[in-house]
Protein backbone atom coordinates (compact mmCIF):
# COMPACT_ATOMS: atom_id res chain seq x y z
CA UNK A 1 0.00 0.00 0.00
CA UNK A 2 0.73 3.84 -0.20
CA UNK A 3 1.48 3.71 3.46
CA UNK A 4 1.68 2.23 7.06
CA UNK A 5 -1.75 0.88 7.99
CA UNK A 6 -3.10 -0.43 11.20
CA UNK A 7 -6.08 -1.98 11.97
CA UNK A 8 -8.16 -1.64 13.74
CA UNK A 9 -8.48 2.56 14.17
CA UNK A 10 -10.19 2.01 17.29
CA UNK A 11 -11.00 -0.99 19.79
CA UNK A 12 -12.67 -0.32 23.10
CA UNK A 13 -12.35 -4.49 25.06
CA UNK A 14 -13.08 -5.54 28.86
CA UNK A 15 -10.66 -5.87 31.49
CA UNK A 16 -9.26 -9.15 31.37
CA UNK A 17 -9.79 -9.88 27.54
CA UNK A 18 -6.67 -10.20 24.75
CA UNK A 19 -6.51 -7.88 21.73
CA UNK A 20 -4.77 -8.07 18.44
CA UNK A 21 -3.50 -4.90 17.01
CA UNK A 22 -2.45 -4.93 13.46
CA UNK A 23 0.41 -3.30 11.19
CA UNK A 24 0.84 -3.50 7.59
CA UNK A 25 3.90 -1.33 6.82
CA UNK A 26 5.08 0.00 3.73
CA UNK A 27 6.11 -2.63 1.38
CA UNK A 28 10.14 -3.22 1.15
CA UNK A 29 10.29 -2.21 4.23
CA UNK A 30 12.35 -4.19 6.87
CA UNK A 31 12.52 -2.04 9.84
CA UNK A 32 9.35 -1.88 11.81
CA UNK A 33 8.52 -0.61 14.94
CA UNK A 34 5.94 -0.10 17.60
CA UNK A 35 5.33 2.59 20.05
CA UNK A 36 2.91 3.44 22.83
CA UNK A 37 1.35 7.02 23.32
CA UNK A 38 -0.69 8.00 25.82
CA UNK A 39 -2.78 10.73 26.23
CA UNK A 40 -0.69 13.90 25.77
CA UNK A 41 2.62 11.95 26.24
CA UNK A 42 5.36 11.29 24.37
CA UNK A 43 6.57 8.14 22.63
CA UNK A 44 6.97 5.02 25.01
CA UNK A 45 9.33 2.27 22.63
CA UNK A 46 7.61 -1.36 22.88
CA UNK A 47 9.83 -3.03 20.37
CA UNK A 48 11.77 -2.70 16.90
CA UNK A 49 11.76 -5.52 13.98
CA UNK A 50 14.49 -5.50 11.69
CA UNK A 51 14.67 -8.10 8.93
CA UNK A 52 15.56 -11.43 10.13
CA UNK A 53 17.18 -10.29 13.24
CA UNK A 54 15.59 -11.03 17.07
CA UNK A 55 13.32 -8.26 17.92
CA UNK A 56 14.53 -5.53 20.59
CA UNK A 57 11.92 -6.12 23.19
CA UNK A 58 13.34 -4.36 25.67
CA UNK A 59 10.50 -1.67 26.01
CA UNK A 60 7.38 -4.19 26.14
CA UNK A 61 5.74 -3.09 29.85
CA UNK A 62 5.24 -6.46 30.87
CA UNK A 63 5.01 -10.32 30.02
CA UNK A 64 1.23 -9.62 28.39
CA UNK A 65 2.72 -7.42 25.65
CA UNK A 66 4.23 -9.91 22.54
CA UNK A 67 4.57 -8.84 19.00
CA UNK A 68 5.48 -11.03 15.92
CA UNK A 69 6.09 -9.85 12.40
CA UNK A 70 5.26 -12.73 9.77
CA UNK A 71 7.39 -13.16 6.45
CA UNK A 72 9.25 -9.74 7.00
CA UNK A 73 5.83 -7.72 6.41
CA UNK A 74 2.54 -7.90 8.79
CA UNK A 75 2.88 -7.44 12.49
CA UNK A 76 0.87 -8.27 15.12
CA UNK A 77 0.99 -6.88 18.88
CA UNK A 78 -1.14 -9.11 20.94
CA UNK A 79 -2.14 -7.63 24.54
CA UNK A 80 -3.29 -10.40 26.86
CA UNK A 81 -5.86 -9.76 29.72
CA UNK A 82 -5.75 -6.36 29.59
CA UNK A 83 -5.63 -3.57 31.68
CA UNK A 84 -6.94 -0.36 32.28
CA UNK A 85 -3.49 1.14 32.09
CA UNK A 86 -3.06 -0.15 28.70
CA UNK A 87 -5.51 2.17 27.48
CA UNK A 88 -3.66 4.30 24.66
CA UNK A 89 -2.75 4.96 21.03
CA UNK A 90 -0.70 2.06 19.73
CA UNK A 91 1.52 3.19 16.93
CA UNK A 92 3.82 1.09 14.03
CA UNK A 93 5.81 2.36 12.06
CA UNK A 94 8.37 0.99 8.91
CA UNK A 95 11.53 2.16 7.99
CA UNK A 96 13.98 0.93 5.09
CA UNK A 97 16.55 -1.04 6.37
CA UNK A 98 19.55 0.85 5.48
CA UNK A 99 21.50 2.10 8.40
CA UNK A 100 21.25 5.79 9.09
CA UNK A 101 19.06 8.58 7.91
CA UNK A 102 16.15 7.42 6.08
CA UNK A 103 12.60 8.71 7.32
CA UNK A 104 10.37 6.30 9.46
CA UNK A 105 6.73 6.26 8.30
CA UNK A 106 4.14 6.14 10.86
CA UNK A 107 1.22 4.58 10.58
CA UNK A 108 -2.97 6.47 12.15
CA UNK A 109 -2.25 4.22 15.36
CA UNK A 110 -4.71 2.09 17.03
CA UNK A 111 -6.97 3.70 19.52
CA UNK A 112 -7.23 1.36 22.58
CA UNK A 113 -9.65 1.75 25.46
CA UNK A 114 -10.19 -1.05 28.42
CA UNK A 115 -13.06 -0.60 30.27
CA UNK B 1 22.14 3.73 25.33
CA UNK B 2 21.13 6.29 23.52
CA UNK B 3 18.56 9.13 24.73
CA UNK B 4 16.98 12.49 23.15
CA UNK B 5 16.13 15.25 25.74
CA UNK B 6 13.56 17.93 24.89
CA UNK B 7 12.47 21.13 26.48
CA UNK B 8 9.10 20.00 27.93
CA UNK B 9 5.77 21.99 27.12
CA UNK B 10 3.64 23.80 26.51
CA UNK B 11 5.43 26.29 24.87
CA UNK B 12 2.47 29.29 24.10
CA UNK B 13 3.68 31.93 21.83
CA UNK B 14 1.51 34.75 19.65
CA UNK B 15 1.78 34.44 15.76
CA UNK B 16 4.63 36.01 14.30
CA UNK B 17 6.98 35.33 17.36
CA UNK B 18 10.19 33.18 17.19
CA UNK B 19 10.34 29.55 18.33
CA UNK B 20 13.14 27.67 19.82
CA UNK B 21 12.28 24.15 20.75
CA UNK B 22 15.49 23.20 22.58
CA UNK B 23 16.64 19.06 21.65
CA UNK B 24 19.70 17.08 22.73
CA UNK B 25 20.73 14.08 22.82
CA UNK B 26 23.42 11.32 23.84
CA UNK B 27 24.54 8.69 21.49
CA UNK B 28 27.61 6.49 20.52
CA UNK B 29 29.25 7.37 17.33
CA UNK B 30 27.37 9.72 15.08
CA UNK B 31 23.60 10.16 15.03
CA UNK B 32 21.10 11.13 12.03
CA UNK B 33 18.77 13.25 13.41
CA UNK B 34 14.80 13.87 12.99
CA UNK B 35 12.48 16.65 14.02
CA UNK B 36 8.57 14.75 13.98
CA UNK B 37 5.37 16.64 14.11
CA UNK B 38 2.22 15.42 14.99
CA UNK B 39 -0.57 17.85 14.40
CA UNK B 40 -4.16 18.07 15.79
CA UNK B 41 -5.70 14.18 15.20
CA UNK B 42 -2.95 13.73 12.84
CA UNK B 43 -0.22 11.03 12.82
CA UNK B 44 3.28 11.58 13.19
CA UNK B 45 5.30 12.44 10.22
CA UNK B 46 8.90 13.61 9.24
CA UNK B 47 9.20 17.46 9.41
CA UNK B 48 12.86 17.77 8.99
CA UNK B 49 16.10 16.03 9.36
CA UNK B 50 19.97 16.06 9.46
CA UNK B 51 22.40 13.60 8.64
CA UNK B 52 26.10 14.50 9.48
CA UNK B 53 27.63 17.02 11.67
CA UNK B 54 26.72 20.67 10.72
CA UNK B 55 24.11 19.50 8.41
CA UNK B 56 20.64 21.83 8.62
CA UNK B 57 17.91 20.49 7.88
CA UNK B 58 14.38 22.58 7.16
CA UNK B 59 11.32 22.59 5.96
CA UNK B 60 8.15 24.96 6.08
CA UNK B 61 10.55 27.58 7.57
CA UNK B 62 11.07 25.50 10.14
CA UNK B 63 15.32 25.09 10.32
CA UNK B 64 17.49 22.57 12.74
CA UNK B 65 21.36 22.30 13.02
CA UNK B 66 23.06 19.51 13.73
CA UNK B 67 25.45 20.57 16.47
CA UNK B 68 28.11 17.76 17.48
CA UNK B 69 30.30 19.88 19.61
CA UNK B 70 27.32 20.56 21.92
CA UNK B 71 25.07 17.49 20.98
CA UNK B 72 22.09 19.13 19.96
CA UNK B 73 19.50 19.95 17.47
CA UNK B 74 17.56 22.53 18.46
CA UNK B 75 14.09 23.27 15.80
CA UNK B 76 13.45 27.19 15.43
CA UNK B 77 10.98 29.10 12.82
CA UNK B 78 11.12 32.71 12.48
CA UNK B 79 7.82 33.68 12.75
CA UNK B 80 5.13 30.73 13.92
CA UNK B 81 1.66 30.63 12.88
CA UNK B 82 -1.41 29.53 13.89
CA UNK B 83 -1.16 26.45 11.83
CA UNK B 84 2.16 25.37 13.64
CA UNK B 85 -0.10 24.56 16.75
CA UNK B 86 1.43 20.50 17.27
CA UNK B 87 3.61 18.35 19.32
CA UNK B 88 7.25 18.53 18.01
CA UNK B 89 9.38 14.99 18.64
CA UNK B 90 13.02 15.07 18.55
CA UNK B 91 14.61 11.70 17.29
CA UNK B 92 17.76 9.83 16.43
CA UNK B 93 18.46 6.51 14.65
CA UNK B 94 22.39 5.38 14.53
CA UNK B 95 24.21 5.62 11.07
CA UNK B 96 26.21 2.75 11.83
CA UNK B 97 24.38 -0.84 12.10
CA UNK B 98 21.53 -0.82 13.90
CA UNK B 99 18.16 1.30 13.15
CA UNK B 100 16.94 1.96 16.62
CA UNK B 101 15.01 5.12 16.83
CA UNK B 102 14.65 6.85 20.02
CA UNK B 103 12.22 9.89 20.54
CA UNK B 104 12.04 12.25 23.05
CA UNK B 105 9.63 13.53 24.92
CA UNK B 106 7.50 15.90 22.93
CA UNK B 107 6.54 19.55 23.00
CA UNK B 108 3.38 20.99 22.89
CA UNK B 109 3.12 24.03 21.03
CA UNK B 110 0.60 26.29 21.21
CA UNK B 111 -0.02 29.68 18.65
CA UNK B 112 -2.22 32.46 19.72
CA UNK B 113 -3.52 34.57 16.85
Known amino acids: GAGVSQSPSNKVTEKGKDVELRCDPI?????LYWYRQSLGQGLEFLIY????????KSGLPSDRFSAERTGGSVSTLTIQRTQQEDSAVYLCASRLGAPGGTEAFFGQGTRLTVV | GNSVTQMEGPVTLSEEAFLTINCTYT??????LFWYVQYPGEGLQLLLKATKADDKGSNKGFEATYRKETTSFHLEKGSVQVSDSAVYFC????????????FGGGTRLMVKP
Open chain 2, 91 to 102: ALTPNNAGNMLT
Open chain 1, 27 to 31: SGHTA
Open chain 2, 27 to 32: ATGYPS
Open chain 1, 49 to 56: FQGNSAPD
